[in-house]
């Protein structure tokens, strides 16, 4: 049995495997992310004031659900 050797390097914030793994959903994961973050862009350009703090609860909304 031949030792299959893994890469060491990272693939921005994913392993090379889990890139891999995760390409098939890449855009589900992506074009949900953009709409969210463009429903919160307009949210700030409506109270006009760039905060932020309210990123937070946006990014915890986003990766809690996957």
Do not use: N
């Not at 760039?50 to 809690?64: A, V, W, Y």
């Amino acid at each position: 049995m031949r030792k299959i050797r893994t890469h060491r390097t990272q693939i921005g914030l994913f392993s090379h495997q889990e890139a891999i793994a995760l390409s098939p959903y890449f855009p589900v994961y992506f074009c949900d992310f953009a709409i969210a973050l463009l429903r919160w862009l307009a949210v700030q350009e409506e109270a006009e004031t760039f905060d932020s703090q309210s990123l937070m609860p946006l990014k915890h909304q986003f990766f809690k659900r996957y």
